[in-house]
């Protein structure tokens, strides 16, 4: 028997209006069978909506079947006396982690479980500080959660779980927020748990890469069980993927692009090693050269503008000027977020802003539209200073919009067209023109009109940031902030966010500054990126030169897209090519200029 039983599994929601009146039934979980091998990895996969993280919540006991049953290491979880057992042997990382963090202190906050346990306090201490060192957050262990970002807050999450030392552990999008530093060394310690304690460990997870190194991927879709094998397997077969509005690894993509293209290269390509090595054979040695001498223009001095030279006309732009910003500034507490930045930002652009967990882009976002205001230095929105005490700010946050992390964060009202409302009747807008101004920007953003007089609560992730993206769009913004607007999103759901924003940005001709972990989505939209570390802009420059400097952008945490490194492998292997592409499309098109010479 396997650790955890899945047999005729079936949950339903009860659908209701806005007075909690019954309107109908979602079956979230249809008929769900499977098995999971102790002390196995296992992902599981699937849109939004596709029934993953409900059924993540019934191995915990967190939901009850409606029918069928589901056994916990043998334990029904619907016995009210097996739940104590079932809690300690299953633990849960949730995707969003405040959910589950509740001291006032990281330290306190990652003992909580095993202190609830029994453990002695002695040994508490011990799992604390070994949990904490796992996820790279020790040096944080005396702060406060409310102080630490949003990724720093998933570590602690992790740590919290591990700390307990359950037979397996539920992660629920556990590194949605990290860097890419931080992703690595998540999956590196649920490997190391996995190999060494035989921790079972079940995966949800939209970041394919994070997959290949499971012994089983399930998949699902409309709450049941639509395919299931291992990794190889089930990334050999693209386009049932894509119809499940599933992705692939860069690796496998790539080799499957180019297959379509007439390459003869195997499915389900999984790794950089295997997809270089596939390339050398398919080759036939006609590109290999013995290894071309490595191109390293990493350093051209035209490629950055330095801090603080401001060009352009600086009347349209918006400006920040030395400006610093330290969190409980005099106490124990301090953290020093921002240090002297001084940033252009012209009208236009589209700009990604990327940096290590806790470098401090929210705080510097936040001074964008002066919800946060600098210790020291200015802020400059068309030549006018926002930091001045006369300075309307709220002016200035109906034309520089900020959406955050977590769009519920900033949804509160009865139904989504109040809330696209909301802003522009705050601004001076009558009735008629606030809702004229709600309804083109749900238009704008694709919103189905079914969905405008619904909950903004009830709505999945991806309509949710659709939701609070045209809230700022109706206050008619000439800047468009969004902070992490993907997280969490299946990768349809993505694409279709970060097209829309992109549309906006063609069309409406607004300025977009899109702060992201994800560097392959950074180089897919964005022609300029700014890079932060330790609360200072350590590079500014277009998106090729930015991700020639790999080894420095590794050094901080971050890294550049998966095809620049498989590119770099192959220019390495002696195939005459740019090694500094950074999407798909362009890496597809290089190596078939190759062949095709």
């Known amino acids: 028997m396997g650790i955890v039983e899945a047999k005729d599994l079936v949950f339903e929601y009860i659908k209701r209006d806005e007075e909690g009146n019954a309107e109908g039934v979602i079956r979230a979980l249809d ?27 019934h191995i915990n006991a967190i939901l009850y079947p409606g029918e069928g049953n589901i056994l916990v290491d043998g334990k029904d979880t619907r016995k009210p006396e097996n739940l104590w057992n079932i809690r300690q042997e299953a633990g849960m990382v949730f995707q969003n982690p405040d959910n ?52 720093q807050k998933q570590r602690v999450a992790i740590a919290g779980v591990m700390a307990m030392h359950p037979k397996c552990i539920i992660m629920d999008e556990p590194t ?137 006309d600086l009347k349209e732009s918006l400006i920040l000027d030395h400006v610093s910003y330290t969190y409980e500034k005099g106490t124990s507490g301090e953290i020093r977020a921002l240090n002297d930045i001084s940033l252009q930002i012209g009208k236009g652009e589209f700009i990604g802003l ?7 882009k929210s705080t510097l976002v936040q001074h964008l539209n002066g919800l946060l205001k600098p210790v020291s230095g200015h802020v400059y929105f068309k030549g006018e200073d926002i930091t001045a005490k006369k300075y309307d700010r709220r002016i200035l946050r109906s034309k520089v919009g900020l959406v955050f992390q977590y769009p519920e964060h900033q949804l509160f009202e009865e139904t989504v067209f109040k809330d696209v409302c909301f802003g522009p009747k705050n601004t001076g807008k ?127 945490g971050l890294s550049a897209p998966l095809v620049t490194y498989l590119m770099r492998d192959l220019r390495d292997r002696g195939f005459d090519i740019d090694p500094y592409v950074t999407t798909i499309d362009a890496a597809k098109k290089e190596i078939l200029r190759l062949f095709d010479n």
């Open 31 to 57: 008929g769900v069978n499977l098995s999971i091998k102790k002390g196995s990895i296992i992902a599981i996969l699937g849109g939004n909506g596709s029934g993953k993280s409900t059924f993540a919540k």
């Open 430 to 556: 009558s009735d008629k023109e606030a809702e004229l101004a709600a309804f083109e920007a749900l238009r704008a953003v694709q919103l189905p009109e079914e969905y405008y007089y619904s909950s903004p609560f009830e709505l999945s992730g991806g309509q949710k940031r659709r939701a609070a993206i045209a809230g700022v769009l109706a206050m008619k913004p000439e800047i468009l902030v969004l902070d992490e607007p993907t997280a969490g999103l299946d990768p349809r759901g993505r694409d279709e966010i970060l097209d829309l924003i992109s549309d906006l940005h063609k069309k409406q001709g607004i300025t977009i500054i899109l702060v992201s972990h994800s560097m392959e989505d950074v180089a897919n939209y964005v022609s300029r990126i700014l890079v932060m570390d330790k609360g200072r802009i350590i590079m500014d420059g277009d998106t090729r030169h930015v991700f020639m400097r790999f080894k420095e952008l590794e050094e901080i």
């Open 354 to 360: 990327i940096g290590h967990t806790g470098s401090g």
């Open 100 to 151: 589950q963090i509740i001291g006032n202190v990281v330290e306190e906050d990652v003992g909580f479980g095993p202190e609830n346990m029994g453990v002695p306090t002695k040994e508490i201490w011990e799992r604390v500080n070994e949990a904490l060192k796992a996820v790279g957050m020790y040096s944080y262990r005396k702060h406060s959660p409310n102080k630490l970002s949003g990724g």
């Open 176 to 312: 949605a927020m990290l860097d890419p530093k931080g992703r690595r060394e998540v999956i590196r310690q649920m490997r190391a748990l996995n190999d060494v304690e035989r921790i079972t460990v079940i995966l949800i997870t939209h970041y394919m890469e994070e997959t290949i190194y499971a012994d089983q991927i399930f998949v699902m879709d409309k709450g049941k069980i639509a395919m299931q094998g291992s990794p190889k397997e089930i990334f050999s077969r693209v386009d049932e993927l894509r119809k499940l509005r599933l992705d692939v690894p860069q690796c496998t993509i790539l080799a499957h692009e180019l297959n379509q293209a007439g390459f003869g290269l195997p499915r389900g390509i999984l790794t950089r090693e295997e997809f270089i090595q596939e390339m050398v054979k398919y080759s036939g040695g006609r590109f290999y050269r013995g290894g071309l001498e490595n191109v390293d223009d990493s350093r051209d001095p035209h490629s950055f503008t330095s801090p603080g030279h401001m060009t352009g």
